[in-house]
């Protein structure tokens, strides 16, 4: 039979894609050789959630990289495009809780080690389901080096990275404002908390005078806040110093209502005369500006919230036990009451919500793991004025510009159990009050030689470990032949929403613990929306399954569908309603491609085709110029 006769008349890619990718995987073809000597071509995957499944964001942001790759490979360098998961700490913990508690367990009442082991268990089921279909779409990644960020080396250079940081001052335990979730009951990190306009209501109270104030006729300041229930923690209100309305209240006392409490006005340059009533209520436990105000005026701090934002011991007792929401509403009703409610005005504004769970954050003083991110951020930012690092679009540039320039302390602890513990201990000898950080696990504290030792509970936020992907996957804090190699690497591509998360945090690391950046070249994808203009979720039910779109059309149709209605940084549009139209232009762009090589063999005759690996010298003129033209492409 004729190898034309062979072939069907229409493209299965079904019958043929995983074939060919199980025949390229076989033969080594993607992998990379440290000592081959030819020019490197490096892409570090950005490593997906070891609970996700692909969606069309992973099949945009992997189609570019494999095409870079293979562009690379072709041209004859010695292409590393390096694969792996992230183990993702909150989204983790928080899928195998739920799996507990349709169990009517918790994970307290498993303990952390027999915890930890579950999650080790679902991982081991659900971590590999992500790397297979990334191979279904076509990836041409090195599997043989896939890495994990909870992996031994991985973890090794985690804690080499925590106590190099502490022992040069830019690791350290604080008691600050932090974000907190009440719902996954840990700290965030700034970036974490992501700010969505909301339409909520500015409450204008009264807070009466303790004593009349001569010569000003009032007998009370109003104060305007959005969260009422934080009143009952005030512990000052605050004023302009040059604000002629309230200079003569200066260091007069006021009664706070539904607290018996008495709490002093203060002038300090912070208020904004212009906003509200120019007046603001000082909660030092529940704000972050309160804060730093509050250590100003060296004020009592009173925290009035659990953990779960319910009213806790310290709020007043026709309060406690109320969630924040309910006692916001009972807050309004007292005041109403007593005829202290001054107004409520409609008030669109800012509010952080937790990105793994959408709850609204909570503002909580607490003990914390932060990293002085200044003395960091000043070499990044260089390398990006030096041109030592490109982005594209060029627009982004300025974003990691603005952020490195007014960047803040980075909250690194989590309370959470799944992920890096942080490898800090407390010796709790009487008298003792020594933290020791350590490469290896101490057995005695090196202050007072005692043995009670007590290891922090926390975990490190998950971008600690993969703020060092480029290099840690390479085998660092070793000297591999891997990290010689490739390191740095040339490019990352990634989604411009985490830019801050991660691909700074990346530059920083790099340049802090290897000596130059991690990569010249920044391509930023947009996102995938529906054709409504919406972003693609599982609640809005607008998503599409990059895996369905595989198995009825080909991986080639969802590439070339994906790269064909993209630029950089700019968002894609695909009709979930309507998979027949989104991807047939590009099954049909295959099936031409099909026909074209069945047309050629089918004009071959009786010719025998030889295999492109025999010497081009016994070619045909004509074949050695196609040859030629195909290897300059």
């Known amino acids: 039979m004729k190898m034309a006769e062979a072939l069907p008349p229409q493209y299965d890619p079904a019958g043929t894609e995983k074939t060919l990718y199980r025949w390229w995987e076989e033969q080594g073809l993607f992998r990379a050789d440290p000592a081959s000597g030819r020019d490197p071509f490096v892409i570090v995957i950005p490593p997906p959630n070891v609970t996700a499944v692909l969606h069309m964001g992973h099949g945009l942001n992997n189609t570019v990289q494999d095409m870079l790759v293979r562009w690379r490979r072709m041209q004859g360098r010695e292409a590393l495009w390096m694969p792996g998961t992230d183990h993702a700490g909150i989204a983790t913990q928080n899928v195998v809780e739920r799996q507990l508690a349709s169990r009517d367990l918790t994970r307290f009442d498993l303990g952390r080690e027999e915890f930890i082991g579950e999650v080790q268990e679902f991982v081991e089921e659900t971590g590999p389901r992500i790397l297979n279909q990334l191979r279904a779409i076509g990836s041409s990644c090195d599997w043989t080096r896939t890495r994990f960020t909870l992996d031994e080396g991985l973890s090794t250079a985690v804690r080499e990275v925590f106590v190099r940081l502490y022992e040069k001052g830019l690791i350290y335990r604080g008691n600050r404002i932090i974000n907190w979730c009440p719902r996954c009951l840990t700290a965030l990190s700034d970036e974490e908390a992501e700010a969505e306009e909301t339409n909520g209501k500015l409450y204008h109270l009264r807070y009466p005078l303790a004593a009349p104030a001569a010569g000003t006729g009032a007998d009370h300041v109003v104060v305007a806040t959005t969260r009422p229930e934080t009143m009952l923690g005030d512990t000052a209100v605050a004023v302009h110093p040059d604000d002629e309305r309230y200079s003569a209240l200066i260091g007069a006392e006021l009664d706070l209502p539904l607290t018996g409490r008495r709490i002093p006005i203060v002038a300090d340059a912070y208020v904004d005369p212009e906003f509200g009533t120019g007046a603001v209520k000082i909660t030092p436990a529940h704000d972050p500006n309160d804060f730093e105000m509050?250590?100003?005026?060296?004020?009592?701090?009173?925290d009035?919230?659990?953990?779960?934002?319910?009213?806790?011991?310290?709020?007043?007792?026709?309060f406690q036990g109320l969630d924040r929401f309910e006692a916001r509403r009972k807050v309004v009703e007292e005041f109403r009451a007593l005829g202290l409610l001054e107004a409520v005005e409609d008030h669109v504004h800012a509010v952080p919500h937790c990105y793994r769970c959408n709850t609204i954050v909570e503002p909580r003083l607490s003990d914390q793991w932060f990293v002085k991110m200044e003395p960091l951020a000043g070499p990044a930012l260089e390398a990006y004025h030096d041109g030592k690092v490109t982005f594209t679009p060029e627009r982004y540039g300025k974003v990691y510009e603005h952020w490195l320039e007014n960047i803040r302390d980075w909250c690194i602890s989590r309370q959470l159990w799944w992920g890096h513990r942080i490898p800090a201990w407390y010796c709790k000898s009487e008298g003792c009050a020594e933290i020791i950080v350590s490469?290896?696990?101490?057995?005695?504290?090196?202050?007072?030689?005692?043995?009670?030792l007590a290891q922090d509970p926390d975990v490190l936020d998950t971008w600690f470990s993969s703020w060092l992907w480029p290099f840690s996957t390479m085998g660092w804090p070793e000297d591999t032949a891997d990290l010689r190699a490739f390191y740095p690497n040339n490019a990352l591509v990634s989604g411009h929403d985490i830019i801050f998360f991660w691909i700074a945090r990346m530059i920083m690391a790099g340049l802090e613990f290897m000596g130059e950046v991690p990569f010249d070249e920044v391509y930023l994808t947009g996102m995938v929306r529906d054709h409504l203009g919406r972003k693609m979720s599982k609640s809005l039910g607008n998503g599409i399954d990059p895996i369905e779109v595989v198995d009825r059309f080909g991986a080639d149709a969802l590439r070339y569908t994906v790269i064909s209605g993209s630029g950089p940084g700019s968002d894609q549009y695909l009709n979930y309603e309507d998979l027949e139209a989104t991807f047939a232009p590009g099954r049909n762009f295959a099936n031409k491609l099909w026909n074209a090589g069945r047309f050629a063999l089918m004009n071959l005759g009786d010719a025998e085709v030889s295999p492109l690996t025999e010497v081009e010298a016994d070619f045909e003129l004509a074949d050695r110029w196609i040859l030629s033209r195909l290897s300059r492409a």
């Open 294 to 302: 509050g250590r100003r005026h060296d004020l009592p701090v009173i």
């Open 304 to 318: 009035v919230m659990t953990p779960e934002a319910t009213m806790g011991e310290n709020a007043p007792e026709a």
């Open 439 to 452: 490469r290896e696990d101490p057995t005695a504290c090196p202050t007072c030689g005692g043995a009670d």
